[in-house]
């Protein structure tokens, strides 16, 4: 039986088996065919007492005896269609969109239902509508029951594994896992926007919310804390610890004066951007160029197998398609109805939770309806069963190092709050996934080693719009003397969830940022480009060239650093000094100038606690920051900050645990880092290619490498 020693499964595989052991698993794997063959035989019978339009009978009555053979045999030419028809189905159809699958899987299920049954003539009846009930439930039931009896049984675990990866355990060669190094590899996975904080209350405790990971911190991993860089979000975390780089990333989404375009993180041409960018700073492909996959990303790290990764959804290169992607998903009918089971079933929770916060009068809280509650049981349900699913697949073939990231929980506490009960449960389901992809490093053709990460926490509190009646764009225009609009700009969500679930569905981009509008008064100034990362706002001013300093900005509208410094629910400026650099407004005339270190009156970025002033001075020397930065209030007791977006758990600037990420790692590996804390995610890509190097050799650092250091 394989050891768990310090996060690394080790343990030696006996190649042949006693031939009493070879006949005792024969027998089993026999037994389990039959039960599953039974169970779906019932399954038949209960649904043709059930539905008026499916019939085991003829015309003229049969015997129950007749109508049981007539239900065993209907599941069985059901059964041998779904082992050898089903598979050549989808890969005909690699060109539908992939969540157009999903549904298209339930009409050809009910074609091969509709097909074994007509194998009975005469007696096997049903409409074309109820044949797709009739399948579906026979493939859950049938798959429940292969599982159910799978628990105890290490060859038929391994098979129910390889099933959801959608790989065959025989047949083609593409399938069967490759031989490897026994070298150890590198499983790590991002648990997307789940804090310190959070983490350490899902795993303390009794009952723990996320068991799993209460265990393997108890024994086989360390836990630690990681600080973000002041663009707290997804683009920036993931593009340093994928590519080595993050320069130049000041936010979610930016504006280039040069271009005129807004960069988005979450959309595949401006991932594909930043990736090329990031390649071209650091000299390398990224963390997962050797041997590796990239799994849900919006960046691919390098990897040759990339799957549902937005930086290469509009353009492939030759052999970057995966076979554990969607496609690999679907292709056992039961994913696609027990996903689509789940699917409603959260649409159905997310309705129901949003009206029981109305209803109890829950604040803050953010509109819940129109495309959201399909967001986020894509998020929940479909993302996170496929990427699982794909990292299953990539363990059992034995792939030298995965990255994949889990974004459910992101998606829910943008608008349900990082704390609430909404977001606990998402917690739960999470813990299910880590627990599975343990199960199949036990079943890996080599040793592995789990690191679980985040890109960043999540801060709560009212949206800017929500507490002051107004919203950034408007203060904006306020200051600058400019009319404001009847109705402000909508800002889509700064969630990655959103991007996926367009390219899932072979949706268009949305285009890039509308040029700035134009007043309607002859010889007026061109609107300033107002936008939102969580509570970081950037305003640009198109008509100013460069990077426009304070006294450009003063010369043209006096009224604005002004109005925006002393609003009190902004916490701070960044604005560029012609004598002093980068320089930090507060309320009160407080300024911090960056470069000196000198501050006048009270220090603006003291509430923001350590590190604040070394993160704004990095972002301050970015090509791209934008003319003024801004920063919402932070609030030390409470915790709340406001987003500038329909956000009340939100992150992409500085105030509380949006910027406390943690760090999981296994025991047999070295420490994080030797003194500190780690900061910025361009540390952790090198403390994580420390321990890939690590893992290849087998000797592992004691000391381990230093952090940048914090201020």
């Not at 009156?601 to 590190?611: I, T, V």
């Amino acid at each position: 039986m394989a050891e768990e020693r310090g996060g690394q499964r080790i343990g030696n595989r006996n190649g042949g088996g006693a031939a009493v052991g070879g006949w005792r698993n024969a027998g089993a794997a026999v037994l389990r065919v039959l039960a599953v063959w039974a169970v779906a035989t019932v399954t038949l019978i209960v649904l043709a007492l059930l539905l008026p339009d499916f019939h085991l009978q003829s015309a003229d009555g049969d015997s129950l005896t007749r109508v049981g053979l007539t239900a065993a045999l209907g599941a069985g030419f059901f059964g041998l269609l779904n082992a050898l028809v089903w598979p050549w189905l989808v890969r005909a159809l690699l060109l539908v969109p992939a969540l157009a699958l999903g549904s298209l899987v339930f009409l050809l299920n009910g074609s091969l239902m509709l097909l074994a049954l007509s194998a009975v003539p005469g007696r096997g009846q049903a409409g074309a509508g109820t044949a797709v009930v009739v399948a579906a439930a026979t493939s859950v039931t049938s798959s429940a029951t292969s599982a159910f009896l799978a628990v105890r049984d290490r060859g038929a675990a391994s098979r129910r594994l390889r099933r959801m990866a959608g790989l065959r355990s025989w047949g083609s060669r593409r399938s069967t896992p490759k031989p490897r190094s026994r070298a150890a590899g590198m499983v790590i996975l991002q648990l997307d926007g789940i804090g310190l904080g959070v983490l350490r209350g899902a795993i303390i405790g009794e009952r723990p919310v996320m068991p799993t990971l209460a265990g393997l911190c108890a024994h086989t991993h360390r836990l630690t804390g990681w600080r973000t860089d002041w663009s707290s979000q997804t683009g920036a975390s993931q593009l340093g610890i994928l590519h080595g780089s993050n320069e130049d990333v000041p936010a979610f989404r930016w504006y280039e004066k040069e271009t005129g375009q807004v960069l988005v993180s979450n959309r595949p041409s401006s991932a594909a951007e930043l990736q090329r960018r990031a390649q071209a700073r650091s000299g390398s492909a990224g963390l997962l160029a050797e041997d590796g996959a990239s799994r849900g990303n919006l960046f691919t790290g390098g990897a040759g197998q990339a799957a549902l990764v937005l930086s290469v959804a509009a353009r492939r290169r030759a052999g970057q398609r995966s076979r554990a992607g969607y496609f690999a998903y679907f292709s056992d009918p039961a994913h696609a109805a027990r996903t689509a089971g789940s699917f409603v079933a959260e649409l159905v929770r997310e309705v129901g939770q949003s009206l029981r916060a109305r209803l109890a009068g829950v604040r803050p809280r953010v509109s819940r309806g129109g495309l959201y509650p399909l967001i986020r049981a894509f998020a929940t349900v479909v993302q996170r069963d496929v990427v699982t699913a794909s990292v299953v697949g990539d363990i059992l073939n034995g792939r030298g190092v995965v990255y994949a990231d889990l974004v459910a929980y992101d998606e829910v506490a943008h608008h349900s709050g990082p704390h609430s009960r909404d977001t606990r449960q998402v917690l739960a389901r999470l813990d299910r996934c880590v627990e599975l992809i343990t199960q199949a490093v036990d079943h890996a053709p080599r040793p592995y080693h789990l690191v679980l990460l985040s890109d960043h926490g999540q801060s709560h509190g009212p949206t800017f719009a929500g507490a002051f009646g107004h919203g950034l764009e408007e203060l904006v225009r306020i200051g600058c003397g400019q009319p404001v609009p009847r109705m402000p700009r909508r800002e889509e969500s700064g969630a990655e969830a959103r991007g996926a679930a367009r390219v899932a569905l072979h949706r268009p981009e949305e285009p890039a940022e509308p040029p700035p509008r134009e007043r309607d008064e002859p010889g007026s100034d061109t609107a300033p480009v107002v936008l939102a990362s969580g509570n970081l706002g950037l305003v640009s001013f198109p008509d100013l060239p460069g990077r426009a300093d304070r006294q450009a900005i003063d010369g043209r509208y006096p009224a604005l650093l002004r109005t925006l410094a002393e609003h009190q629910g902004i916490g701070f400026l960044l604005v560029w000094d012609a004598l002093h650099g980068p320089v930090v407004l507060g309320a009160g005339e407080a300024e911090h100038r960056l470069a000196s270190g000198e501050i006048k009156g009270a220090d603006p970025l003291a509430p923001f606690g350590p590190g604040a002033a070394e993160a704004v001075r990095r972002t301050a020397g970015f090509r791209h920051c934008a003319d003024i930065m801004v920063n919402s209030a932070y609030d030390p007791v409470a915790g709340t900050v406001h987003a500038f977006e329909e956000q009340i758990g939100c992150h992409g600037g500085l105030g509380g645990a949006q910027s406390r990420a943690f760090l999981m790692s296994p025991h047999a590996l070295s420490p994080p880092a030797r003194d500190g804390e780690l900061v910025g995610a361009e540390a952790l890509h090198r403390v994580l290619r420390r321990w890939l190097d690590e893992a290849a050799t087998g000797r592992p650092d004691p000391a381990g490498a230093p952090a940048r250091a914090a201020s």
